[in-house]
């Protein structure tokens, strides 16, 4: 299934499907793009990043996929687990050239059925 | 043993009051970030000290007063708390201010303004 991180959209998949996750950032300029995931409860999580001069990578069972073109970010998750269930957030750093600042996307649920 | 920790995790209080929360990262980053997280989930940096130096505060109200003692902590005050404080309260810290060091956050500190 797929959703677009607007207004906290629900993305509601069975365990073992693959999930994608999608962002759209707003500044041309950025440089480099983190995924974290949030629990109930919880501060945001590292999951994966990127930077601006790749469009792919790859870490264990989730991917991110940047298209500067169209200013979009993925998440895809492969063989989702109800341990992936939370809130998921793309960020971007629009700061200057030394100083990292981070702004953030309003966030995508996702909920994994057993 | 917890990289960022944050106290306390819940904070009631009356409007008017004011209140410190405390941030201590183990990881030896050397900068740290305060974020404020509403209601709707919407994560907005407020904050970020580089060694112990202001490097970025995005236009809030000087009610709010970071204070790093050392580069291993980083405490907010607020004075004269109002009503739209209420929100979860997150710090973070990353290697540097570098755009590819993922910052790492800790569990958060509610507030609650009765």
């Known amino acids: 299934g797929e959703s677009v991180g607007l207004h906290l959209p629900t993305l509601s998949v069975q365990e073992g499907d693959n999930s994608i996750i999608n962002c759209a950032y707003s500044?041309?300029?950025?440089?480099?793009f983190i995924w974290y995931k949030q629990e109930s409860g919880k501060g945001p999580q590292f999951i994966i990043d990127?930077?601006?001069?790749?469009d792919k990578r790859q870490g264990q069972r989730v991917t991110v996929l940047l298209n500067k073109t169209v200013k979009h970010l993925s998440l895809q998750i492969a063989a989702t687990q109800p341990g992936d269930s939370a809130v998921y957030f793309c960020?971007?750093?629009?700061?200057?050239?030394?100083?990292?600042?981070?702004?953030f996307g309003t966030g995508t649920r996702l909920l994994v059925s057993p | 043993d917890t990289a960022v920790s944050q106290t306390p995790k819940y904070l009631v209080t009356q409007m008017g009051n004011d209140k410190s929360i405390k941030c201590e990262q183990n990881?030896?980053?050397?900068?740290m970030y305060w974020y404020k997280q509403d209601s709707k989930k919407f994560l907005k940096i407020m904050f970020s000290?580089?060694?112990?130096?202001?490097?970025i505060n995005e236009t809030v109200p000087n009610r709010f007063s970071p204070k790093s003692p050392d580069k291993a902590h980083l405490n907010l005050h607020i004075n004269s708390l109002e009503l739209g404080d209420s929100a979860v309260y997150f710090c973070?810290?990353?290697?540097?201010?570098?755009?590819?060091?993922?910052?790492?956050f800790g569990d958060g500190t509610r507030l609650s303004i009765l």
């Open positions: 973070a810290s990353s290697q540097d201010t570098r755009a590819n060091q993922p910052q790492h």
């Open positions: 000290y580089n060694n112990k130096e202001l490097i």
């Open positions: 500044n041309s300029a950025s440089d480099y």
């Open positions: 990881l030896g980053h050397d900068t």
């Open positions: 960020a971007e750093n629009t700061g200057k050239t030394g100083f990292q600042k981070l702004v």
């Open positions: 990127i930077r601006s001069n790749m």
